[in-house]
């Protein structure tokens, strides 16, 4: 029998339900993590919009901080969830990121992105998004707007500045559970 992956939504705020939706839609087990012993036995992790600075509050609170910094399987971070990751919080995907770095007149947008490998363009909906600055020797770009990078991986780590839960496209999803699923065969 071959079960799909476990893969657990960061549910303190912001988009979880839209990622949960689309996991499940791809055969995934999803758990909604609030509390640190809910991240144990996990194949990956999605970290969703909402507020970066909600977030690390939250997360403060309930011990996450810590828990993230030594979760060891794939994470996705989406839009706050990049802020999240960068070197300014969690530090562990280097990248320099502008909160609201759009600014105000074009703060939300939908552009169609080159997605690296794929011939067909991917929709990305960019929510008073934040904007990829710097990266590090060790981050590759996966697709990019107006010359920057918005989809970038770094090892385990996937993430981008737009909101790929909120398409029918779940081609970042997949490319999440590829790597889930690779790793998954590096650690057993
Ligand atoms: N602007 C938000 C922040 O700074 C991110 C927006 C989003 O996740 N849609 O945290």
Known sequence: MNE???????ALQGNFREHAAMLRRLGVDVVE?????????LDGLVIPGGESTTFMRLMRLYGLEEALRSFDAPILGTCAGLIVLDRDHLDLVDVSVERNGYGRQVASFEADLDLEGDAVPLRGVFIRAPRVRDA?????????HGGEPVLLRQ?????????????????VHERFLDLVREETGVRA
């Not at 992956?5 to 960061?10: D, S, W």
């Not at 509390?35 to 036995?41: A, D, I, M, S, T």
């Not at 590090?136 to 990019?144: D, I, R, S, T």
């Open 4 to 10: 799909g992956p476990r893969i657990g939504v960061l």
């Open 136 to 144: 590090g020797p060790h981050v590759e770009v996966l697709a990019e």
């Open 155 to 171: 090892g385990r780590f996937l993430v981008a500045s737009f909101h790929p839960e909120l398409t029918d496209d779940t081609r």
């Open 33 to 41: 993590v609030r509390k640190v012993e809910q991240l144990e036995g």
